[in-house]
Nanobody
Framework: QVQLVESGGGLVQAGGSLRLSCAAS????????MAWFRQAPGKEREFVAA???????????SYADSVKGRFTISRDNAKNTVDLQMNSLKPEDTAVFYC??????????????????????WGQGTQVTVSS
């Protein structure tokens, strides 16, 4: 079992930055693929960013078009964490952000997964509110 706890959410003005962090426990997650999803009020949960498992210090990331160039996902396998750096925030980024993990993977599986159905473990979410 993997437990995920998000932190770093809050209120920020448009154009500002926030850094979300997801701390994993229960297992070492370097061999797990991970992602951030978000859910805005009245909307379905949507993919934000994903990062592959790490093999040989290599991993890959993918992003939703709406955040590409503004958000950066990264992982620190020594700390068992995955972060989401969010810059140039917009009011439409307001949502509850969820960390998710799936796996473990085997061999050199560098795929990033954007479908939430592929994720087994979820955090409880952290609120991000961007004011205009």
């Amino acid at each position: 079992q993997v437990q995920l706890v998000e932190s770093g959410g809050g209120l920020v003005q448009a154009g500002g930055s926030l850094r979300l962090s997801c701390a994993a426990s229960g297992r070492t997650v370097s061999g797990y693929y991970m992602a951030w999803f978000r859910q805005a009020p009245g909307k379905e949960r949507e993919f934000v960013a994903a990062i592959s498992a790490t093999y040989g210090s290599v991993n890959y990331a993918s992003y939703a078009d709406s955040v590409k160039g503004r958000f950066t996902i990264s992982r620190d396998n020594a700390k068992n964490t995955v972060d989401l750096q969010m810059n140039s925030l917009k009011p439409e980024d307001t949502a509850v952000f969820y960390c998710a993990a799936g796996g473990p993977t085997y061999s050199r599986d560098y795929a990033t997964r954007v479908n939430e159905n592929e994720y087994v473990y979820w955090g409880q979410g952290t609120q991000v509110t961007v004011s205009s």
